[in-house]
């Protein structure tokens, strides 16, 4: 029996994570369907013809609601897919607000380029809309954790924790008399005080692993020590500390730090503002699934309520006409759309200001820029100076950074027949493979983008 794997996303880079599985009786399963984003030429496949025709596939499975993993969805279902979306509830929830919010950006990105003649294509046209998203949420069917989902005769799927974010799973699908092959989806850290420890897994013949962090450490420091150092610093110099992350996860993470920060007087009695809808709708999300994460009912409210909400386009602009400091927290993380970029270009041009990234920058990014101590950066068709203090939160990640990744490998019984190394930057997946095979002897690869191989 013969199963063959197509890499359609997902690898030299942390985006546009896609895995075919073409199985025996013509059945087509697709592992994540997220978006390229960072570099141009990424971006690009975007808007390349799918590799096989959409309506072939049987069934999405959905390990987590990142947009690099559930992204392209809308654009799947308009172009013919009409099977179910297979994830836990909570990335259900949480696809409910990033992929319509996704659709919004696009269409208003185009238009904006429209208005403002910047496009190189006339008239530029948004990639999907958000009608398009909602039309392929229709298709979502929740799985929870630990339950055994029979996809179609002869293949069952089981959703196991994977830490990272709310919903997130390693995704395990057995052919009935034939492989069982593991995708570990993107891998939280053990021990985060919000979310849960990736579950061990001990048997698979094939294995998928991230490897966003294969070639480093995370910061060892306390976040809460750099935190309260930061804001402390910024408030000082009379500044804010504007912090671009991701609205889902990274955002509530911030809030829970923050309140105990705040608790404990270790900053100052700043306002703080939670400046994206996203951002509001997904700790509600939070709040209501207490199977997914760590938190107590009590510390999830109580971390909602350290910051203002603010979901009025009005009051977001108001944030920057006003010259106290404050903490805004404002998606998107690696400053690539939404409300974040009318923000910086108001407070990254002075010097009083802090730019607090909150974790991974990809590549082409404008976060990616500013880490790497870029003086200017374009946004909307301007460059805009930064002089503003630049720091990462990069210990915050939602990711396991290398040595976390190698723990989680050791706790397999037995060497899987192939490892393949994905979602990750080509410097990242090469450190982490050369680490595979000589730390644990296993068989391992790093795949190129577009290539099938046969799982026997
Ligand atoms: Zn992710």
Request: glycine share 8%; proline share 7%; hydrophobic share 40%.
């Amino acid at each position: 029996m013969t199963v063959k794997l197509s890499f359609l996303g997902g690898v030299g880079t942390v985006t546009g994570s896609k895995f075919l599985l073409d199985l025996p009786g013509g059945r087509r399963i697709l592992v994540d369907c997220g978006l390229f984003q960072g570099f141009k030429q990424l971006r690009l496949r975007n808007w390349a013809p799918f590799p096989v025709e959409p309506a072939s596939i049987d069934a999405v499975v959905l390990t987590h609601a990142h947009l690099d993993h559930s992204g392209y969805l809308p654009l799947l279902v308009r172009n013919g897919f009409k099977g179910p979306v297979l994830c836990t509830s909570a990335t259900q929830d949480l696809c409910g607000i990033l992929l319509p919010d996704s659709g919004h950006l696009q269409e208003r990105d185009a238009e904006y380029a429209n208005r403002h003649g910047f496009s190189k294509h006339k008239p530029a046209l948004p990639l999907y809309t958000a009608a398009d998203a909602v039309a392929a949420l229709a298709q979502f069917r929740p799985v929870e954790f630990g339950q055994e989902h029979r996809i179609a005769p002869g293949l069952t799927l089981r959703f196991l924790p994977a830490g990272h974010i709310l919903g997130a799973a390693i995704a395990e699908l057995v052919v009935q008399g034939g492989p069982r092959i593991v995708f570990s989806g993107d891998l939280g850290r053990p021990g985060s005080p919000t979310m849960l420890d990736p579950a061990p897994i001990r048997h698979a013949d094939y294995l998928l692993v991230e490897s966003t962090y294969g070639d480093r450490r995370h910061d060892p420091r306390d976040v809460e020590e750099v935190l309260a150092e930061i804001i402390t610093r910024t408030a000082a110099r009379g500044g804010t500390v504007l912090i671009p992350a991701f609205a889902v996860g990274r955002a509530q993470t911030l809030l829970f730090h923050l309140h105990r920060l705040k608790m404990t007087r270790r900053i100052p009695d700043l306002p703080i503002f939670l400046d994206s809808p996203m951002a509001v709708d997904a700790s509600e999300i939070t709040c209501r699934h207490p199977e997914a994460h760590r938190l107590t009912q009590q510390e999830c409210h109580q971390s909602c309520s350290v910051a203002r909400y603010v979901r009025d386009v009005e009051e977001s602009k108001a944030l920057d006409a006003t010259p106290f400091p404050k903490v805004i927290i404002s998606a998107s993380g690696m400053a690539t759309g939404g409300r974040v970029l009318h923000h910086l270009k108001v407070f990254a041009p002075d010097r009083r200001n802090t730019i607090l990234f909150s974790g991974f920058q990809a590549g082409g990014t404008r976060g990616a820029a500013m880490v790497a101590g870029a003086d200017s950066v374009k946004i909307h068709g301007h460059y805009v100076p930064v002089r503003a203090e630049v720091a990462n939160l990069s210990m915050l990640s939602a990711h396991a950074d290398a040595e976390e990744v190698m723990t989680w490998l050791r706790g397999f019984a037995v060497p899987p027949r192939m490892t393949f190394v994905t979602h990750g930057e080509p410097a990242a997946s090469d450190a982490l493979r050369h680490r595979i095979e000589e730390e644990l002897g296993w068989a391992c690869r790093v795949p190129e983008h577009g290539e099938t191989v046969e799982l026997a």
